[in-house]
């Protein structure tokens, strides 16, 4: 009896409708998002795959001022699937849209977009009203830089520091657990990223933000290229490492490293030195080498203290010297190509105290001398101490190497505050279009 | 750009039904013949892995809602640890039969997500009612799949998993992006 009770319950329970709601999709856009209009338009239309109710101000159209430009209250077409709004005549520039519909029973959608009059317009992240990052943002990205580093770096030392030594299975199983926490770090937080980005741009509580359409951010922006090319690249890196760990075959991480740094150059070609005025291909070369270079070096620490010493003794003082001859061409690479980048998105050197931007770069500076001088003491004291056979045991080097790692990381942090910041516009340079205006 | 909804739909349908045939044939010939050739043992596990690094590129391509690429997400993640788990356990790599847990948790992510990522009611529109009962027969599954992963050689929970995964490949083949559930179809799903 009481089986069947449970039984009739179970079935009334899938039978039964959801309380969840239905939501509309977007359809089409007119004017499409990322348009360049030759001439300007005369209303903004949406057509949703449902009927939906809109308020007066469903649709709302701003200039790269602020400047509201339609020329009456949102309207519904079509049987309830089109949202119309008036607009005003628009001179040349870029604009704004925003839109929120509430689908017939009771599902609130809602987007934002932008198209130019003669001009291009800014992609959806700089819509005019989009909010900056937050402090969650810097620590998701932070998260990210440090997967980043665990992967691409931890592949580089596996691959070219421990080249021909004989590896543990100890020091095999840690190491994969390293790159693998790497991996699904890249993975997880570019998609948290990537959420919290759409936020911004949406300027949405999260509720209503899991209804938004993110087509604009992923198809129209260079940020939305680089997730969806870096999230199916380390989906395949994932596969990689997977492979190589269960039929023991190192070669099989030779692809993976390989796209790892292939991938690497997404953030490159998607940030400041892609991006802002006065970009050029020096510049993104420039942070692509820094990226790359900290990369090595973080993850070879991270390695070298947490995979090689405790795991290996055997091949501590070996693993050691060989990291120690790389990271000094490492961070000389670093640091080039840093003071390049420094160099030329700082016009003054008093933008170091002055402006943001050069604020948390001097902070960065002082973490590098840091992490460098710390660096140097193991390259010209420990390394020729474990050379003579000396310290190889010493718990106050292994002490030492998982201070640095610390450092290193600690810089990553910074970093992670520094790439949404907005560096000075060089004087050089004419002041940047009109949808950058309004972005700032 | 992107094929439509349904025509993706089928294509993991086919994945599906392949793996769901490996299983079905595992099931009714037993564990001991089946894998009388070492490869079969790692036909289902690798064809799984598989469908989920394919699901990746339908995450990022398909982002009319932040929901839906997040559900994508987790199918993707889902379908390759089931996989990496199996094909471990199959090579020797991973010795803890604690590993065969994650396909029930696997399964319940998965259902979960075709639960919370659709909005619509069962009878709103075919690819409502299919989602549903996409996630419940998900749901239930897990529990089949707990007690395969408790007593790996029965033959009930190992046709009864089989018969789950052939169920979704079908449900799979059904889907419509707009088409009538028995006759019905929502006015505002597109009926006219």
Same mark, same amino acid.
């Given at each position: ?18 309380? #969840? ?13 990322? #348009? ?156 948290? *990223? ?121 091949? /501590?003082?070996?693993?050691? %010297? ?15 190509? *840093? ?50 056979? /000396? *310290? ?49 | ?70 559900? %994508? ?21 991973? %010795? ?16 979960? #997500? ?13 690819? #409502? ?46 889907? /419509? ?6 006759? %019905? ?8």
């Amino acid at each position: 009896m009481r089986a069947k009770a449970l039984a009739a319950a179970v079935l009334v329970a899938l039978a039964l409708p959801t309380s #969840a709601l239905a939501h509309a999709v977007l359809l089409q856009w007119v004017p499409a998002y990322g #348009a360049r209009l030759a001439t300007a338009p005369r209303e903004v239309s949406l057509q949703f795959d449902q009927t939906v109710d809109a308020f007066p101000n469903a649709i709302v159209v701003r200039s790269s001022s602020g400047k509201l430009v339609t020329a009456g209250p949102s309207r519904t077409a079509d049987s309830g699937r089109r949202v119309i709004v008036p607009l005003q005549r628009l001179p040349k520039g870029a604009y704004t849209v925003r839109w929120q519909v509430t689908s017939n029973e009771g599902h609130v959608v809602s987007g934002v977009y932008t198209f130019g009059v003669r001009v291009k317009p800014p992609p959806p992240t700089e819509a005019y009203g989009a909010g900056g990052p937050t402090k969650f943002e810097y620590v998701a990205r932070w998260g990210y830089f440090v997967g980043l580093a665990l992967l691409v770096g931890g592949l580089a030392f596996r691959l070219l520091v421990l080249r021909g030594r004989p590896v543990t299975p100890a020091l095999e199983r840690r190491f994969y657990w390293v790159v693998g926490v790497g991996v699904v770090g890249s993975i997880e937080l570019g998609i948290l *990223g990537f959420i919290l980005r759409a936020a911004d741009a949406f300027q949405l509580p999260i509720g209503q933000l899991i209804y938004g359409d993110l087509s604009p951010l992923a198809r129209g922006t260079r940020f939305g290229t680089a997730f969806i090319t870096m999230t199916l690249g380390f989906a395949l890196v994932a596969a990689f490492l997977f492979l190589a760990w269960l039929l023991e075959r190192t070669i099989l991480l030779w692809p993976a490293f390989i796209l790892g740094l292939v991938l690497c150059s997404g953030l490159s070609l998607s940030g400041h030195s892609a991006v802002d005025v006065g970009s050029t291909w020096k510049s993104e070369l420039a942070d692509y080498v820094h990226l790359v270079a900290a990369c090595f070096w973080v993850g070879g620490l991270v390695m070298l203290a947490f995979v090689v010493w405790p795991t290996a003794p055997g091949l /501590r003082r070996d693993a050691f %010297h060989r990291f120690s001859q790389l990271a000094a061409v490492l961070v000389g690479a670093m640091v080039l190509a *840093g003071a390049y980048l420094a160099y030329e998105r700082l016009p003054a050197v008093s933008d170091l105290w002055r402006d943001r931007y050069g604020q948390v770069l001097l902070i960065k500076g002082s973490l590098v001398v840091l992490a460098l001088s710390w660096g140097a003491l193991h390259h010209f004291v420990v390394a020729p101490a474990l050379e003579r056979g /000396r *310290g190889v045991g010493s718990r106050a080097v292994a002490r030492s190497l998982r201070g640095e790692s610390a450092v290193a990381i600690a810089i990553l942090l910074v970093v992670a505050v520094l790439v949404d910041a907005n560096p000075p516009t060089p004087r050089s340079v004419k002041q940047p279009t009109q949808a950058l205006v309004a972005h700032k | 750009m992107e094929p439509p909804a349904e025509v993706v739909h089928w294509m993991f349908g086919v994945g599906l039904l392949f793996l769901s045939l490996c299983l079905l044939a595992e099931a009714i010939v037993g564990p001991v013949v089946w894998r009388h050739r070492l490869w079969r043992a790692y036909l289902w596990p690798s064809l799984a892995f598989l469908l989920g690094v394919l699901m990746w590129p339908v995450m990022v391509f398909y982002t009319s809602s932040a929901i839906h690429m997040l559900a %994508h997400s987790a199918w993707a993640q889902a379908l390759m640890l089931v996989g990496a788990a199996q094909l471990g356990l199959v090579r020797g790599k991973l %010795h803890s039969q604690l590993w065969e847990l994650t396909l029930p948790v696997a399964l319940v992510v998965s259902g979960l #997500a075709f639960l919370l990522h659709e909005q619509n009611p069962w009878f709103f529109s075919r690819s #409502a009612f299919l989602h549903h009962a996409l996630g419940w027969t998900l749901v239930a599954g897990a529990v089949v799949a707990l007690g395969r992963a408790v007593n790996p050689r029965s033959p009930a929970f190992n046709a009864g998993f089989a018969v789950m995964v052939v169920t979704v490949a079908a449900l799979l083949f059904c889907d /419509r992006n707009v088409a009538p559930i028995f006759g %019905h179809l929502s006015p505002l799903a597109g009926a006219r």
